[in-house]
Nanobody, 120 residues
Framework: QVQLVESGGGLVQPGGSLRLSCAAS????????MSWYRQAPGKERELVAT????????NYADSGQGRFTISRDNAKNTVYLQMNSLKPEDTAVYYC?????????????WGQGTQATVSS
């Protein structure tokens, strides 16, 4: 079955960096776009970044533009989120997500999330 496993979260000081990873299995990873979302306490889950199946195109929410970089390694079935110049407001649980289409039916899959805390 489809599995998405995030890692790389932790505690970092403002201005620091984190690199999140999401290891995928159970589907043909190279066929599907991947996204990172985040959810801060008391807030709705929001899109952070998306990358197309071959990695040729990326899109970012305004909050991460210029600071975050999404990338993928299709040989390793892994998508990454490099986060630089982190701010306290980046504190959230970060999730990776994909939407697969099988037989005309679209299904969204989420990982369990990884906590990123930005604090001095």
């Amino acid at each position: 079955q489809v599995q998405l496993v995030e890692s790389g979260g932790g505690l970092v000081q403002p201005g620091g960096s984190l690199r999140l990873s999401c290891a995928a299995s159970g589907f043909i990873f190279s066929r599907y776009a991947m996204s990172w979302y985040r959810q801060a306490p008391g807030k709705e889950r929001e899109l952070v970044a998306t990358i197309t199946s071959a990695g040729a195109s990326t899109n970012y929410a305004d909050s991460g533009q210029g600071r975050f970089t999404i990338s993928r390694d299709n040989a390793k079935n892994t998508v990454y989120l490099q986060m630089n110049s982190l701010k306290p407001e980046d504190t959230a649980v970060y999730y990776c997500k994909t939407r697969t289409v099988v037989g005309g039916s679209a299904l969204d899959y989420w990982g369990q999330g990884t906590q990123a805390t930005v604090s001095s």
